[in-house]
């Protein structure tokens, strides 16, 4: 029941970002890379995933301080649940063993100045920044 709930909110936050795009005049006079989601979109997905407030907050500060700019500059591009196949979390290292076992964890998607970054976690874990 719950992976049906979290696919039908997806699906709404899609159709509503869809429609947030259009544009009612027929011209794009807009030179923006893309659709921006209707506000308060991101956090509902986000509460649809049930991730702590401190795990998306970890990831901004993160990305704000890797990129020099003000948090306000950070913004949710996308946010999934998902099992890791292992310890790594979908990031492995070179030379690195993991736990092989199935993890369930989410995935993270920010966007800082024009470019889209994604951190891994663990459910209860804070996020890592995944940068392969």
Known sequence: MGVRRLLVTLGCTLVLAACAADDPSGTASDPSPGPTPPPGA???TLVALDLLPSEVQ????DAATRF???ESE???AGALKVVWSDGSLGCPEDGMMYTQA???GYRLTLEVK???IEY???DGQPPSLCED
């Open 42 to 44: 991101a956090e509902a």
């Open 74 to 76: 950070v913004a949710v």
């Open 114 to 116: 024009g470019q889209r």
């Open 102 to 104: 199935l993890i369930d």
């Open 58 to 61: 970890a990831a901004i500060t």
């Open 68 to 70: 020099d700019v003000p």
């Open 120 to 122: 891994h976690g663990a």
